[in-house]
């Protein structure tokens, strides 16, 4: 399970220098609670596209062929451990939403593969997956508007929705002008009514996750990342979720002025309780809580196949967010809040309630994912395996790496 952008801090285990953060993840905490957590895991780069894409090559970043988000697809001549799985392990293997391993093509719309965009598969075998759900991630899904190029910007098209002024127009419409203005006002396309929960692109990928589950075949082992687009920038929320946020004390940033919350819209309009926000630490921290909300249905339905004792699941994310310490935004740069992420594992021989505080990497998971199916790294992969660790957190021999 593997939100984008998610900072290591920001997991309801910890406090922030500037105050507390008053986060609720039930389902994370339970996760812990059943399993080892991780309380200082770093990732090989603080970018979207590199971080992935050394996760699905099992390499450090300087040989996994994608040096930034922008230039380079995942080399696909280079084996994934994806691929391993599968074509070595018997593993029928899934993909959900926002992988980030054909981002420079967008999912190869650029290279003119647009029926391949449009359906997700781009590339999409060779990989490694068997099966799939991919599409674009927030800025990139609006960046062909008005047309939609890849899975969820279609989706939306084929949705209509009524403003509270009563215009009707696509989700899709709807959608970019909530994701480029930072305050709702009346009268424009977005609005509580014309920007449900319902399209809400996390929520999207969520029942998508499941829908892979269900068309999955019986009687084979399987393996599923789940790429929610959440809580990566801009942090654009349903007037729901900005309300479950609204009354909470959210801790300013280190060093640096940006807001806790966007000044609240019923402050400007009385007509304007609880519409969509942009923007914030606070709706940062809603996006989280609304994809631990989502971890859960996934799991939960894990459990009700009769398969969940028989499933190791770990949640992780790419890189975190600076969130205005030191002034800083978003990532790239190899601060703590940019590097460090949330990682937990939980599953049949893991450790429970165990916490472990050396360093680890998340370039470490596509070892341990192949150590679980009883698989090797090939000889170019240098990721290594924590299983030792989620079984046994006290044993320091098994530390896969130096630090």
Same mark, same amino acid.
């Given at each position: ?6 900072? =290591? $801090?920001? +997991?309801?285990?910890? %406090?922030?220098? #500037?105050?507390?953060?008053? *986060? &609720? ?44 988000? =922008? $230039?380079? +697809?995942?080399?696909? %001549?280079?084996? #994934?451990?994806?691929?391993? *799985? &599968? ?317």
């Amino acid at each position: 399970l593997f939100p984008d952008e998610w900072r =290591f $801090d920001w +997991d309801s285990f910890h %406090a922030d220098p #500037t105050g507390a953060i008053p *986060l &609720r993840l039930p389902f994370f905490r339970e996760i812990a609670a059943n399993g080892t957590r991780f309380t200082q895991s770093y990732v090989p780069a603080p970018v979207c596209a590199p971080s992935r894409s050394c996760l699905a090559s099992g390499r450090e970043y300087d040989r996994a062929g994608v040096p930034n988000n =922008f $230039d380079h +697809d995942y080399p696909v %001549a280079q084996e #994934t451990f994806y691929s391993l *799985l &599968r074509d070595r392990g018997g593993y029928h293997t899934m993909t959900a939403g926002k992988d980030d391993l054909s981002k420079s093509s967008q999912l190869g719309y650029h290279t003119g593969h647009k029926a391949q965009a449009a359906a997700g598969t781009y590339h999409q075998a060779a990989l490694g997956f068997a099966d799939g759900l991919r599409h674009s991630g927030k800025d990139d899904v609006i960046n062909t508007f008005p047309t939609p190029h890849e899975m969820y910007g279609l989706y939306l098209q084929n949705q209509s929705v009524t403003t509270l002024n009563g215009t009707q127009v696509s989700a899709f419409v709807s959608h970019d002008a909530c994701m480029k203005q930072s305050v709702w006002m009346p009268g424009t396309l977005c609005d509580s009514a014309s920007y449900p929960d319902e399209f809400y692109e996390d929520n999207f990928v969520g029942r998508n996750a499941i829908k892979l589950l269900k068309r999955k075949p019986t009687g084979k082992p399987w393996f599923m990342q789940v790429n929610f687009p959440g809580p990566h920038p801009p942090f654009l929320v349903t007037a729901s979720m900005a309300a479950s946020v609204q009354h909470r004390a959210w801790p300013a940033p280190t060093d640096g002025t940006m807001t806790q919350c966007p000044q609240q819209q019923q402050q400007l309009y009385s007509d304007a309780a609880s519409q969509p926000q942009n923007g914030g630490r606070c709706n940062y921290g809603a996006e989280i809580e609304n994809i631990d909300r989502l971890m859960r249905d996934i799991i939960d339905y894990v459990r009700d196949t009769g398969e969940l004792e028989n499933t190791v699941i770990c949640i992780a994310s790419d890189h975190g967010d600076m969130l205005g310490d030191h002034s800083e935004q978003a990532k790239s740069k190899p601060w703590q809040g940019s590097a460090s992420v949330p990682l937990v594992c939980s599953g049949p021989g893991i450790a429970r309630g165990e916490n472990y505080t050396h360093p680890v990497t998340t370039l470490d998971l596509a070892g341990t994912f192949l150590d679980f199916a009883g698989l090797s790294p090939t000889a170019n992969m240098t990721t290594k395996s924590l299983r030792g660790l989620l079984e046994n957190p006290s044993n320091h021999s098994a530390m896969p790496r130096a630090f």
